[in-house]
């Protein structure tokens, strides 16, 4: 019998970490897949498509799988892609919480995956009524908002299987987060980038978007007059991107306290995020709307909110590792359990 082949450091990895590897690259695909699907999304609202197809589950009374090439036109190509695209997701979804359920021994990641089931058929429900409902506002607005959060779960999952972090992580989650300063500027970025996308949300589903025409000032000026809810809303959508910009450079500069090069590197790329989005923003208005400014600044939207969970989750790990947590290149990942 032939010899096994040899790894980097002189052994084959055990088969529990082989295991955990591919559970791991299939939840990056998901949340991969799960972007393009908010991207799908977002080209349904900026192209104003979402009553295309007047009828749901079916597309014009045939299965959505059988609908002919040839009558994907105008509107129509926009919103059976989209449809099409979030039922591969939801296969996708279906198959990482069994594989989670199967293969995971930590209860929370599996119960991450339970929760990412749940909310991928929420999110099809939700989608179903918006066309069956002729896209009212709350619904439409919960759809978006559901979107994001279940790209930040898919994304969450996708990290905490690596192997990498599931070894250097701290046992005690909720005390590493209490003593974490990065993690915890991380969340509340978070949350102010979820308020800032449910504004963007209200604003394209109630046609706000450019109820200031310019930018930087507002009508000229730096705060203008607010005598409609469509001004409001727009320029609270302002000042809460502003916000954010303040909390990203904390997060940068927390990160650089941290004395950890990966952070700081992490850091860095959500600054250009944020740099990007704001670009973004300005574009949208300045292009009046552009279908592919808008459509980009909701993709980029999910991007920053991800990426600043992204940025707390690894500087747990971070910390994981500094607490004399063995590395990955030491121990090999044990069928037993994970730390």
């Known amino acids: ?79 059976h892609s989209h449809r099409l695209i979030a039922s591969f997701v939801g296969f996708l979804t279906i198959l990482l919480a069994m594989f989670l359920a199967r293969r995971e021994p930590r209860r929370w990641v599996r119960r991450l995956g339970y929760g990412a089931l749940a909310a991928v058929v929420a999110q099809g429900i939700l989608g179903g009524m918006t066309v069956l409902f002729l896209l009212p506002t709350w619904i439409s607005v919960a759809h978006a ?57 209200i604003m394209r589903h109630t046609k706000a978007g450019l109820a200031i025409p310019d930018f930087p000032l507002a009508f000229g000026r730096l705060v203008p007059p607010l005598t409609t809810g469509a001004v409001r809303l727009h320029f609270a959508h302002r000042i809460v991107g502003a916000c954010i910009a303040v909390l990203v450079a904390a997060c940068t500069v927390r990160a650089f306290r941290s004395g950890r090069e990966g952070l700081r590197k992490a850091a860095l790329l959500l600054c250009a995020v944020a740099v990007t989005q704001i670009t973004l923003g300005a574009a949208t208005v300045l292009s009046q709307r552009a279908v592919g400014f808008t459509t980009a600044h909701v993709a980029v939207g999910a991007l920053l909110m991800a990426g600043t969970l992204v940025l707390g989750l690894s500087s747990l790990a971070v910390e994981g590792r500094k607490n004399n947590v063995v590395p990955i290149r030491r121990t090999p990942l044990r069928a037993s359990g994970w730390k």
């Open 145 to 201: 908002c559901l979107a994001q959060l279940f790209f930040c779960l898919t994304v969450a999952i996708a990290v905490v299987t690596s192997p990498r972090w599931a070894e250097a992580t701290p046992g005690d989650l909720r005390a590493a987060l209490s003593r974490n300063p990065v993690a915890r500027m991380s969340l509340v970025t978070a949350a102010a980038i979820f308020l800032q996308l449910l504004l963007g949300a």
């Open 1 to 79: 019998m032939g010899m096994p082949e040899p790894t980097a450091f002189g052994r084959r990895p055990p088969a529990s970490r082989r295991v955990s590897v591919v559970l791991h690259r299939f939840a990056v695909g998901t949340a991969c897949a799960t972007l393009l699907l908010i991207v799908a999304g977002g080209l349904v609202t900026s192209t104003e498509s979402g009553l295309s197809v007047p009828d749901w589950p079916t597309t014009y009374g045939s299965s959505m799988w059988t609908f002919p090439v040839s009558k994907w036109v105008g509107g129509i190509r926009y919103e």
